[in-house]
C-alpha cells in the first residue's frame, strides 16, 4: 500500500464532529477501552464493542504508530456478587472464569490482545490513592464507610454527555441515598455489606464504586492525559461523564483527546441487553456460525451506526467469508504449481499486467481514503475489495487458457494486496484457507442438520435420478438442499457442494427460560429478514446496553 496516506479523522463524541487525529506525544498513541463485568458469558454488544476498538487498534498498527493498549476488567462488581450467590462461588473465582471466556471469545474473533488488560481487584491501591486525592482536593465527602463525588462542585459537569444533573439515572449503578448532598452524587467507595468481598481502606471496609475504577487504571497505565477513550455508546452518560469528573477532581491537568463510542446492537429494532433477556452470547452464534463471519456482519455496519442482528445478515457475512477464502485458495490452487515451473526456466520476473495495476490502484486508494474517514469499514467490505475479488476470479479462468508469467505475476500481486487489507480488518485467520474453508463446511452442515456423508449420498441420488432423466426428482432434491444453505454444483461431470445463503432464510427467536443466555431456536422465513444499517448513525437516543454489563 505505496499510496500516499490520507490525514486520519475520528469522530469525537466530546465535540459531536470529525477531527484530525493527532497524539500528544509524536508516533505514540495512548487508547483506553472500557472492557466487560466479567460475570456471566460475553454477548453480541460486547462482541461489537471489541471488534470495533481491534479495527482501530490494527489500522493504527497499520499507520506505524507505538500504540499502549488498555482495556480492563470490572471484577468487582455488585452484579459478579449476586452472580455468586447464586451458584455458590466465591466472586473473583466466578469472575477470572468469565474473563478467561471472555479472551477466549476475543480470539475466535481474532481481536488483538490489548497491551494490558487490569482488574478492579488488582488495582485496589491505586483506586483508593485516587479516592483519597479526590477527597483532599474538596471533591468528595465520606457518609458511615460510603465516599460519594459531589458532582455539584464540578463546573463541566455534562460537558461529554450534555445532561443535566436531575437526568442521573438513579438506580443505573447510581444508587438512591438520602445521604447523599445532591441526588446524582455517585459513589467512589461502598462500605462493606455482610458476606460480600471487601477491602481495607482510610473509610473502613468496603469495595469501589463502579466509575471510579476506568480513572485510576487509565491514570496508572497512561497518565491523566491520553490519546483516545473508548467504549459502547450508552457509557456516555453516566459512566464516562462521571470518569471526566473523578479524574478532574483528582487532578486539574486531566484530559483524553478524543472520545470514541460504537453503536449498540439490537434484536428486531430492540435494544440488545441481559436486562431485558433478548440477547445471544458470542458462543452461541460461534458454534453455528464461524467467528469469521460474525466479525464481517459486526462490521458491515460503521461503528458509530445501530446495528441490527438478524440470521438472514449473518448468512451474508457467511457467503462473504466463504466468498474470500474460496477465491484466495483457488488461487494458490492455480498459481503454486505453474508459478513453480515457470521459476526453474530462470525467466526474468515481468511487471503486472495494466488491469492488475488499475486493480490495486483503486483498492489502495479506497482503502486510505475509506478507513482514514473514522474507519468506514462497511465501504471497505463491500467495494474495490469485491472489485479485487472478481479480477483474481476473472484472471484465474485466462490462466486455464493460456498460462502466462506476467499473468501468474498479476494475480500474486492482487492477492497480496487483498491480504494486507483482510489483514487490517481482522479477516484473515492463523489457519489455511484450506482449514477455514472447511471449518465454514462444518458450520454450514450443522446448520443443515446433515452430515457430510448424508449430503454425499444425496448427490449419488441426485445423479442417479438423472441419469433416470428424473429431472423433477433431481431439481427438487437441489431445491431442497439450498432452502437449508447446501448448494449443489455441476463442474464438468462432477457435482459438489458448497455452503450457500438458505434460499427460505432463517430467522432467529429467544426463548426466555430465565434472563441467562438464551437458547436460539430457528424457523423457516418465506421472506428475507435483511435490514438496511445506515453508514452514518442517527444520534445518540434509545441506547442502554451496557458495554461493562
Same mark, same amino acid.
Given at each position: &500500500? ?81 452472580? @455468586? ?34 482488574? =478492579? ?37 455534562? &460537558? ?218 462497511? =465501504?471497505?467490505?463491500?467495494? @474495490? ?12 479462468? &485466462? ?72 429431472? @423433477? ?13 447446501? @448448494? ?62
Amino acid at each position: &500500500m505505496a499510496e500516499e496516506q490520507a490525514e486520519f479523522r475520528i469522530y469525537n463524541s466530546m465535540s459531536q464532529q470529525k477531527e484530525i487525529f493527532k497524539t500528544k506525544v509524536p508516533g505514540k498513541v495512548s487508547m483506553y477501552v472500557c472492557g466487560v463485568t466479567a460475570y456471566d458469558f460475553s454477548h453480541l454488544g460486547h462482541a461489537r464493542a471489541a471488534v470495533s476498538f481491534d479495527i482501530l487498534f490494527r489500522y493504527l498498527k497499520h499507520l506505524d504508530y507505538e500504540i499502549t493498549y488498555v482495556r480492563n476488567f470490572t471484577d468487582v462488581d455488585d452484579k459478579i456478587i449476586k452472580r @455468586a450467590n447464586e451458584t455458590g462461588e466465591d466472586p473473583l473465582m466466578l469472575s477470572n472464569r468469565f474473563c478467561d471466556e471472555y479472551n477466549a471469545d476475543m480470539a475466535d474473533l481474532q481481536c488483538k490482545t490489548p497491551s494490558k488488560e487490569p482488574r =478492579v481487584s488488582e488495582h485496589l491501591n491505586e483506586i483508593k490513592d485516587m479516592i483519597t486525592q479526590i477527597i483532599s482536593n474538596g471533591y468528595a465527602y465520606e457518609v458511615d464507610g460510603d465516599v460519594f463525588y459531589a458532582v455539584d462542585k464540578c463546573p463541566n459537569y455534562g &460537558m461529554l454527555s450534555g445532561q443535566r444533573l436531575e437526568h442521573n439515572r438513579a438506580g443505573e449503578r447510581v444508587a438512591v441515598d438520602s445521604r447523599k448532598r445532591h441526588p446524582a452524587d455517585f459513589a467512589l467507595w461502598k462500605a462493606a455489606k455482610p458476606g460480600e468481598p471487601s477491602w481495607d481502606s482510610p473509610w473502613g471496609p468496603g469495595r469501589p464504586g463502579w466509575h471510579i475504577e476506568c480513572s485510576a487504571m487509565s491514570a496508572c497505565y497512561l497518565t491523566h492525559k491520553f490519546d483516545i477513550h473508548g467504549g459502547g455508546i450508552d457509557l456516555i452518560f453516566p459512566h464516562h461523564e462521571n470518569e471526566i469528573a473523578q479524574s478532574w477532581a483528582a487532578d486539574h491537568e486531566s484530559h483524553v483527546s478524543y472520545w470514541m463510542h460504537n453503536g449498540h446492537v439490537t434484536n428486531n429494532n430492540e435494544k440488545m441487553s441481559k436486562s431485558l433477556g433478548n440477547f445471544f452470547t458470542i458462543r452461541q452464534i460461534t458454534e453455528r456460525y464461524h467467528p469469521l463471519a460474525l466479525r464481517h456482519f459486526l462490521i458491515s455496519a460503521h461503528y458509530r451506526s445501530p446495528l441490527n442482528y438478524s440470521i438472514s445478515q449473518l448468512e451474508n457475512s457467511s457467503d462473504a467469508i466463504y466468498y474470500i477464502f474460496q477465491t484466495l485458495q483457488d488461487c494458490k490452487d492455480a498459481v503454486s504449481p505453474l508459478l513453480q515451473g515457470e521459476t526453474e526456466k530462470n525467466e526474468k520476473v515481468p511487471q503486472i499486467n495494466e488491469a492488475a495495476k488499475e486493480c490495486i490502484k483503486k483498492l489502495n486508494v479506497e482503502f486510505q481514503t475509506k478507513m482514514s474517514d473514522d474507519l468506514q469499514t462497511p =465501504v471497505i467490505l463491500t467495494g @474495490a475489495l469485491q472489485e479485487a475479488l472478481k479480477f483474481v476470479n476473472t484472471s484465474l479462468k &485466462m490462466l486455464k487458457k493460456r498460462a502466462q508469467l506476467q499473468l501468474i505475476q498479476s494475480l500474486l500481486e492482487v492477492e497480496k494486496e487483498v491480504g494486507k487489507v483482510l489483514d487490517v480488518l481482522g479477516l484473515l485467520s492463523s489457519k489455511s484457507y484450506a482449514e477455514v474453508l472447511h471449518q465454514l463446511k462444518d458450520k454450514a452442515l450443522n446448520r443443515a442438520g446433515l452430515t457430510e456423508d448424508e449430503v454425499l449420498h444425496l448427490i449419488e441420488e441426485r445423479t442417479q435420478a438423472r441419469i433416470n432423466k428424473d429431472f @423433477a426428482k433431481s431439481d427438487k432434491m437441489r431445491a431442497d438442499l439450498a432452502t437449508k444453505g447446501i @448448494a449443489l454444483m455441476d463442474v464438468g461431470n462432477e457435482i459438489i457442494w458448497r455452503p450457500c445463503i438458505p434460499s427460505e432464510p432463517l430467522v432467529a427467536e429467544v426463548v426466555h427460560r430465565d434472563q441467562r443466555a438464551p437458547t436460539v431456536e430457528e424457523k423457516q422465513s418465506s421472506s428475507s429478514v435483511n435490514q438496511k444499517v445506515d453508514e452514518i448513525p442517527g444520534g445518540r437516543e434509545g441506547n442502554d446496553l451496557h458495554t461493562t454489563t
